[in-house]
Every structure is written in structure tokens, then in C-alpha cells.
């Protein structure tokens, strides 16, 4: 099992680009979700799914967009970055949306 | 809205030392509360506390929840340079799916 797998690691866009945040899981999880995380910030939620075809908004879904078209995948588009979107996101999935989540390695972005 | 605050934000202390990390949460329907531990990379599980489990102990690490008070703490015995790291609290709740996390504390352990 790969568990849960994110590309790129890191990525540096300019301000205006847009681009797509890969996730996938290999654990038949029926939860996945996206958060940012931001130095003294905790993890915030961006979007979440409770199953494909189904997904919602989290804390702070402005600027992001999500779509799940198979259980194992989960990509976040981000449609123009902002530089406010500097930030570390992770992917989690889970078998339920309560319990525990396992997370990806994370993508740093930078956008200048 | 749910939220989850926890302190101190951060704590220094030497190896062996005792440490207590608080969570405090405000949350409709509570279901859940789970702390995980995070080192340079992504968060590792560490504990998971429901109304039919409110104590958790592994090694030196123990949990406990409180749900009429609305908090948890994270206790760390005899602590070790390698349990420096940032300790993490979330809680899940009024909508499924959506698990709330604090600020986090972060634990630094001198040898």
C-alpha cells in the first residue's frame, strides 16, 4: 500500500497561474480531504468529499476548486494563484469522517 | 461554528521533564477528539478519544477527555529529544467531515 500519494512536493507559480494539486489513496477510503497549513495556524480546511461524487467546502474554500470523480482520487485546482496562497497543503483520507485521517507528504507551493 | 483552541502554543523543557498540552473545543454533536504528533513532514495519529473513550495510554504517552468541561490533555513522561515536534488537536462533530483543528503546540526538548 502507497497510502496517500501528492504531487508535485513543491511548486513555485506567479501570481495569476493556475494548476492542479494531485491526491491519491490506495486504501478504498470513502473520505478524502484537502487542508492548508500556515505557520501558528493549526491545519484549515479547505474542501472535503464523504465519497465520489460528492464533495463540500471546508474553513476556507476561496479560490479552490474540487472534484471526485473516482474514490481514490481527489486533485484541488487552484484556478488563479494568489500570493496568499503560499502555503503547505496536505491531503488526508480517512474511512470515516470523524476518525483518523491519514495524511500525504504534503506540497509546499510558493506563489510569487 | 466548531473551534478548537490549545495551549500553550509553545513549551520548552528539558529531557525527562513531565509535559501536559491542553485542548479546549466548542462543538455542536460531539463525536470525536484526536491528537496527532507533526515532525518536519505530515501529521502521525497518535490518539482517538469518543464518549466510549475517554483515556488512551501508549508508552509515555497518555490522553484523557473531559466532555462535561470540554477539554483534553496530552501527557508526555519522561520526555526525549525525539518527542519535540508539533503536538496537534482536532474535533469532529457537527458535520461529518469536517474535522476542526487547533493552533497546535509546539514541544521543544533539550538534551
Known amino acids: 500500500n502507497a497510502g496517500v500519494t501528492q504531487t508535485p512536493k513543491f511548486q513555485v507559480l506567479k501570481t495569476g497561474q493556475s494548476m492542479t494539486l494531485q491526491c491519491a489513496q490506495d486504501?478504498?477510503?470513502?473520505?478524502m480531504s484537502w487542508y492548508r497549513q500556515d505557520p501558528g495556524m493549526g491545519l484549515r480546511l479547505i474542501h472535503y468529499?464523504?465519497?465520489?461524487?460528492?464533495?463540500d467546502q471546508g474553513e476556507v474554500p476561496n479560490g479552490y476548486n474540487v472534484s471526485r470523480s473516482t474514490t481514490e482520487d481527489f486533485p484541488l485546482r487552484l484556478l488563479s494563484a494568489a500570493p496568499s496562497q503560499t502555503s503547505v497543503y496536505f491531503c488526508?483520507?480517512?474511512?470515516?469522517?470523524?476518525?483518523?485521517?491519514?495524511f500525504g507528504p504534503g506540497t509546499r507551493l510558493t506563489v510569487t | 461554528e466548531d473551534k478548537v483552541v490549545q495551549s500553550p502554543l509553545s513549551l520548552v523543557v528539558h529531557e525527562g521533564d513531565t509535559v501536559t498540552l491542553n485542548c479546549s473545543y466548542e462543538?455542536?454533536?460531539?463525536?470525536?477528539l484526536l491528537w496527532y504528533k507533526q515532525e518536519k513532514k505530515a501529521p502521525t495519529f497518535l490518539f482517538m478519544l469518543?464518549?466510549?473513550?475517554i483515556e488512551k495510554k501508549s508508552g509515555r504517552l497518555s490522553s484523557i477527555l473531559d466532555k462535561k468541561e470540554l477539554f483534553s490533555i496530552l501527557n508526555i513522561t519522561a520526555t526525549q529529544t525525539g518527542d519535540s515536534a508539533i503536538y496537534l488537536c482536532?474535533?469532529?462533530?457537527?458535520?461529518?467531515?469536517?474535522?476542526?483543528f487547533g493552533q497546535g503546540t509546539i514541544l521543544t526538548v533539550h538534551p
Open positions: 462543538v455542536t454533536n460531539f463525536r470525536s
Open positions: 468529499s464523504v465519497g465520489a461524487g460528492i464533495t
Open positions: 488526508a483520507s480517512s474511512r470515516n469522517g470523524y476518525y483518523e485521517q491519514y
Open positions: 482536532a474535533v469532529g462533530g457537527t458535520s461529518y467531515g469536517k474535522l476542526t
Open positions: 486504501m478504498n477510503h470513502e473520505y
Open positions: 469518543t464518549s466510549s473513550g
